[in-house]
């Protein structure tokens, strides 16, 4: 049987979440550098696809291929290991303090930072012949798209904040629903299919996705947009990342440990 039992593929979150934490610096940043420059990757090719055939839906369609790449490739994003390792403090795995926490997710996101921004800058000078045209329609709807994620939430206040930072927990319940698809399974087909349904619904519905707003945005300014850097970290990246950090923990890696690893038998006798 390809597919694994819950006790089975939680543990093997637990088991993952461990590994990460006792990864070395030099493989952690690499890994993270890659899986942030294939999201980014894949975002621009989504984009490009919804705007060219004008069918969002079927950007959202494809965009999963990036996801499954570096999940395939074991290249961590930020989201995923935001929902991981806590899981290795959470079982008291040997080790695993909130210091290599905090050490694992500081080296995963300026990994993933590295890798989006380059990625950015990459596809800048492609669409623009070497800064040398406008873009074209792609810049545009990319500028378009920044512009409205940022300004536009700025425009509702604290209630814009707020929909920015549930946008981003219900986007790492999704992707986090994902990197726990590519364990439910033991061959690469099964992986695929249970990681592409939620990745498609996260992207296809605008859920903030941290990782693919370090590429976004900057993209977006260099094509355009008319916000500002603090506008981008203040009315979108900030939210997003603590909605995925929230997400991610509370939607999906506690609910599967505590009721799959630390079980509870409720039968009464007589």
């Avoid at 494809?62 to 499954?68: A, D, K, N």
């Avoid at 850097?229 to 009315?235: E, K, N, R, T």
């Avoid at 991610?248 to 630390?262: D, E, N, Q, R, W």
Wanted: charged share 10%; glycine share 10%.
């Amino acid at each position: 049987m390809s597919y694994l039992e819950p006790s089975e593929f939680v543990t093997k979150m637990v088991d993952s979440g461990e590994s990460k934490i006792y990864m070395s610096t030099k493989d952690t940043i690499i890994r993270a550098v890659m899986a942030g420059a294939i999201l980014a990757l894949a975002a621009v090719f989504a984009i490009t696809v919804a705007t060219k055939t004008g069918s969002p839906l079927l950007g959202a369609v494809l965009f999963p291929v990036g996801f499954i790449m570096l999940y395939l490739m074991k290249f961590d994003l930020l989201t995923g290991v935001f929902m991981l390792v806590p899981l290795a403090i959470l079982d008291k795995r040997p080790g695993a303090t909130m210091n290599q926490l905090y050490r694992n997710w500081s080296l995963v996101f300026v990994g993933n930072l590295i890798g989006a921004l380059t990625v950015a800058f990459i596809m800048s000078f492609v669409f623009t012949y070497g800064f040398n045209t406008d873009g074209g329609a792609i810049a545009a709807k990319v500028a378009s798209i920044g512009e409205a994620r940022t300004l536009g939430y700025q425009q509702h206040g604290l209630d814009g904040w707020l929909t920015i930072f549930l946008r981003g927990m219900l986007c790492n319940w999704m992707v986090s629903m994902g990197v726990v698809g590519a364990m439910v399974s033991t061959s690469a087909t099964g992986k695929v299919a249970a990681m592409w349904m939620p990745i498609m619904l996260f992207f296809y519905m605008g859920f903030e996705h941290s990782i693919v707003n370090m590429f976004l945005f900057p993209f977006s300014m260099i094509m355009g947009g008319d916000f500002t850097v603090m506008d981008y970290l203040v009315w979108n990246e900030l939210p997003t990342v603590l909605g995925n950090l929230v997400g991610g923990i509370v939607f999906v890696a506690l609910p599967l440990y505590y009721t799959h690893i630390k079980t509870s038998d409720e039968r009464k006798i007589g």
